[in-house]
């Protein structure tokens, strides 16, 4: 019988959908699930549905709920991650403050300013996650499917021996949907991927040997498909290859779009503030899942095409299995440095996920992954060594916040979005020479931010 905790249970809907994917394996029927949260409301309506993913599945897992990190992790054989520091309240001093400066996302949670701060606040709570499991569980593999991707994986292989995979649903999500766009059966067509998370690009789309490119581009040439995904089309048209992450992220990952004012925002159906929506949304939807979780009709779970349960499938039984997964570099994508965390296939069978060879990534891929990773190495050394001046380098190569604020303006910004934070982030406590903006900033005051935030919705 395997034991597997998840973290960051609250999040309700992507905790049952896990629950029912590593339920549908007929060696799982027995397992022991141990949900974690620290909102014991969230955490009991997750277990509810849980619950009720067992009952549908006749199976006979142990369920646990619990706020007791160490007791969930004693013993277990996989650790799922899927935290989110600070929720709501941390994510809109991400939106808000940087708005002050000009400076306007869509979802903010893998890079630039609103990732970087997500990272840095996230840092604590990994480290300690990973010094319980090397004392309680040290064999275990910790998946994270929490964002910041790349800069958490760097915490977690930075910072402990913990074996670990970062999970995204891009890369085979991104695929169905280019399907879609050709009219194919995703499982007569074979591809190829690799670069960075939410930044990796399919490299090859084939069928039957043939390539499919050419026919992805002339049906981006067809406004109604275009329009569908414009950012990544237009994207498409300048590298010659697709992006995994949608629009709505990768219009924030470059200067080319938010900078170039309201009629390319419009033009290209840039939805600002996109993430903060979504957020409002699932407050709602969760009044509706708690009544799903109380009440006695049964609910229906299909499988998902999450990689979590068929790596933990694979890890048990000996089984093969071809997953993306986000991990060290060590070559698996040779230009890129060996210390970054790619996204890249990964074979796993019983000793877990090992990155296979992708080679080279085309000189312009590397242009516009590049920057991304700088700024994560840079967010690894401010944590590490309590480096401020890192966290302002970092956000200096972000493309969007360069196109858009002056060096001053930058280096304001994040002192005060680090005093809005406050005992979140690491220590930042080294000396340096590079200065400070000089000006003082008090801690955030939440119920003014959604104040603000409401005051924009309504507008």
């Known amino acids: 019988m395997i034991k597997v905790a998840m973290i960051g249970a609250g999040s309700v809907v992507f905790s049952k959908n896990l629950t029912g994917d590593i339920l549908s394996y007929p060696q799982f029927r027995n397992a022991t699930l141990s949900y974690v949260d620290i909102d014991a409301d969230r955490l009991a309506v997750g277990a509810g549905l849980c619950r009720k993913v067992a009952a549908a599945l006749a199976a006979d897992p142990k369920i646990e709920a619990t706020a007791d990190l160490p007791a969930a992790l004693e013993g277990a054989d ?8 600070g929720a709501f309240d941390s994510t809109l001093i991400d939106f808000e403050i940087p708005r002050k400066y000009g400076l306007h996302f869509t979802i903010a949670d893998t890079t630039g300013p609103g ?12 480290c300690d996650l990973c010094r319980l499991m090397m004392r309680l569980c040290p064999r275990a593999l910790l998946i994270n499917y929490s964002n910041p991707m790349s800069m958490n994986l760097l915490t977690i292989a930075r910072s402990s021996d913990v074996r670990a995979v970062g999970l995204c649903h891009s890369v085979q999500g991104t695929f169905q949907q ?8 995703p499982q007569r067509v074979s591809f190829l991927c690799g670069g960075i998370n939410h930044m990796a690009f399919y490299l090859k789309l084939e069928k039957d040997g043939v390539d499919l490119y050419p026919r992805l581009f002339e049906a981006a040439g067809r406004p109604e498909i275009f329009q569908r995904d414009a950012v990544r089309f237009e994207l498409m048209r300048r590298l010659g290859y697709f992006v995994t992450e949608s629009s709505e992220h990768n219009a924030e990952y470059n200067a080319h779009f938010i900078p170039h004012g309201q009629e390319m925002i419009r033009r290209f159906g840039v939805p600002i503030d996109e993430y903060l929506r979504r957020c409002d949304a699932n407050a709602q939807e969760f009044a509706r899942l708690r009544a799903a979780s109380e009440n006695d009709q049964p609910i229906q779970v299909h499988r998902t095409q999450e990689y979590a349960a068929p790596i933990i499938h694979a890890m048990v039984t000996g089984t093969v299995v071809s997953v993306y997964g986000n991990m060290p570099n060590r070559s698996a994508i040779a230009n890129l440095p060996a210390g970054a965390i790619v996204e890249a296939p990964a074979l796993v069978d019983k ?7 992708v080679g080279d990534l085309p000189p312009q891929l590397i242009g516009y992954i590049q920057p991304h990773v700088i700024q994560q190495e840079l967010f690894i050394r401010a944590a590490m060594e309590g480096r401020r001046d890192h966290i302002y380098q970092a956000v200096m190569f972000d493309p969007l916040t360069a196109a858009t604020l002056s060096l001053d303006q930058i280096v304001q910004m994040c002192d005060e979005l680090i005093a809005a934070h406050g005992d979140r982030l690491p220590r930042l406590s080294a000396r340096t020479l590079i200065p400070t903006s000089g000006k003082a900033f008090g801690a955030a005051d939440a119920a003014a931010y959604r104040k603000s935030w409401e005051k924009i919705k309504g507008g």
């Not at 996989?78 to 520091?85: D, G, T």
């Not at 990732?115 to 990994?126: D, E, K, N, S, W």
Request: proline share 6%; glycine share 12%.
């Open 178 to 185: 280019l399907m879609g766009y050709l009219g194919e059966d």
């Open 351 to 357: 000793n877990g996920p090992q990155l296979t060879t």
């Open 78 to 85: 996989f650790v799922i991650n899927m935290a989110q520091v």
């Open 115 to 126: 990732g970087l701060f997500r990272a840095l606040r996230t840092y604590p709570m990994l």
